[in-house]
């Protein structure tokens, strides 16, 4: 790596932790999820006091969406919105939560999975469109009925849609069936409460059998499509586009691309980005496998940038000749020589001068020093052949440690020493990197390191930390 990352312009430590940490950034109000809580925030960092009588975040996603588990509704009525009048199950747990934002409407969303708590059957989930930019003004909120199985869902916003993915229950289309990979809804109709707003489905026959597609946070001109994308174990990274719906209730043709990589791509955090035509990725790779009792398996960042020769309602084709696929991760300026270090679950952004922020966690192997769980990031500038050098954000506090095991629903037993626990290993599913939507320059990343404010729990404290970065290279 070359010249250093720019600077920090602010940070803030978030006062609710999980495992899934997500950050939207609004003009003037933030958003910052966990798996099972929601806090709204001013743009320091300070949790917002009540507006108007309304209870004051954070609070849990089922708090958030308690309505649906209600019997009655405040006067005393049948709610006929309660989820347990459409399904035996005993839904009482909202869970896996995401947030987003559209710069254009200057609109929230909120999803959440619904389960029958201690049980992994996730059935249903429900999404949210804040009624103003500020949160505290209330959402429309929506629901699902379907009993189609959702696991970790995901959330985008693009021009009038808004669009929701997740997992089948093994992400396999052969085993699962036909069953929905992709739910539109309607931005507008949503932002007016209406009550059954235009929507379409994609299927996993719909597009090319794809067991599971991943969203895309769209940023710029895209030619009025919305992009997805099939990441299999395969070299082959698929790529799915629409136009927006000709007719209100029905699902769009897809048209196809697809590019092969030397090997297979990596699973992206809560989006990948498309911007200026080129679709910009960034995920984890193994580097050493893990050594059982020992030590954690060491990772890097892998970024790709997959530029477009065209991009058109009709026609999307990939300039093969022109990919950049970038590995980094070994070492920090200032590790010591031999230090062993893992990069993991990386979080992605860009800009509209086409300049790609990675956060990412960062963890000790084997080092002269210890080097805690601690949160950096990188720029790849859009006129530069590799990232930047690293920045901290934030240094851990301590090492935790626990004893790892593969799979804790099957009868192998965990390990029998405890090893370094780290962002990937027991912690973090991803972190999420956005644009400033005021300046569309600057930008806000979110990411967990170990906080000392608590080490009475054998398998870590971690806190979650967002960074407002400056977009001037050095």
Not at 199 to 219: E, G, I, K, T
Not at 282 to 291: D, E, F, K, L, M
Not at 325 to 335: E, L, Q, R, V, Y
Request: avoid cysteine; charge should be negative.
């Amino acid at each position: 790596m070359g010249d250093a990352s720019p600077p920090v312009l602010k940070q803030f430590k978030v006062p609710v932790d999980g495992v899934d940490p997500m950050l939207a950034v609004g003009h003037q109000f933030i958003i910052a999820t966990q798996d099972h809580a929601i806090v709204f925030l001013d743009r320091d960092g300070n949790v917002l006091p009540s507006k108007a009588g309304e209870p004051q975040s954070p609070f849990s996603a089922t708090a958030f969406f308690q309505h649906f588990l209600d019997e009655k509704n405040p006067d005393g009525s049948e709610n006929l919105n309660n989820i347990k009048l459409y399904t035996s199950r005993q839904i009482n747990e909202f869970y896996d939560t995401r947030v987003d934002y559209d710069p254009v409407s200057q609109r929230f969303a909120i999803l959440s999975a619904a389960r029958e708590s201690g049980s992994t059957d996730t059935r249903f989930y429900a999404f949210a469109v804040s009624k103003t930019q500020d949160p505290r003004d209330g959402f429309h909120q929506y629901m699902t009925t379907e009993t189609n199985y959702r696991d970790f869902p995901r959330l985008t916003i693009n021009g009038q849609l808004l669009l929701v993915a997740h997992n089948a229950s093994n992400g396999l289309a052969a085993t699962d069936g036909d069953r929905p990979v992709l739910s539109a809804y309607h931005l507008p109709s949503l932002q007016q409460g209406v009550d059954d707003p235009p929507n379409w489905q994609y299927y996993s026959s719909d597009l090319n059998d794809a067991p599971r597609v991943f969203l895309v946070s769209h940023r710029g001109n895209t030619s009025g499509l919305s992009f997805v994308t099939d990441i299999r174990s395969d070299v082959s990274l698929r790529i799915a586009a629409f136009a927006p719906a000709s007719q209100p209730y029905l699902a769009p043709a897809p048209i196809f691309a697809s590019h092969d990589l030397a090997t297979a791509a990596p699973w992206p955090g809560p989006f990948m980005v498309f911007r200026n035509n080129t679709l910009h990725i960034a995920g984890q790779i193994q580097v050493t496998a893990r050594i059982p009792n020992q030590q954690p398996p060491r990772l890097s960042i892998r970024a790709l940038r997959i530029p477009f020769a065209t991009v058109s309602p009709t026609q999307i084709a990939v300039n093969h000749g022109a990919v950049e696929d970038h590995i980094f991760g070994k070492n920090a300026p200032t590790d010591a020589p031999g230090d062993l270090v893992t990069y993991e679950v990386p979080g992605t952004a860009v800009n509209k001068h086409g300049d790609a922020i990675y956060v990412y966690g960062r963890t000790g192997i084997v080092t002269a020093a210890p080097l805690f769980p601690e949160v950096r990031y990188s720029v790849w500038a859009h006129a530069e052949s590799s990232p930047r050098r690293s920045v901290q954000l934030r240094a851990g506090d301590y090492q935790p440690q626990w004893f790892y095991d593969a799979d804790t629903t099957d009868s192998t037993p965990a390990e029998t020493t405890k090893t370094s626990i780290t962002h990937a290993f027991l912690k973090v599913d991803y972190a999420t990197a956005v644009v400033d939507p005021a300046d569309d320059e600057t930008f806000w990343i979110i990411h967990e390191y170990v906080d000392n404010d608590d080490t009475s729990h054998d398998a870590s404290y971690w806190s979650s930390v967002v960074g407002h970065i400056s977009a001037t290279l050095p």
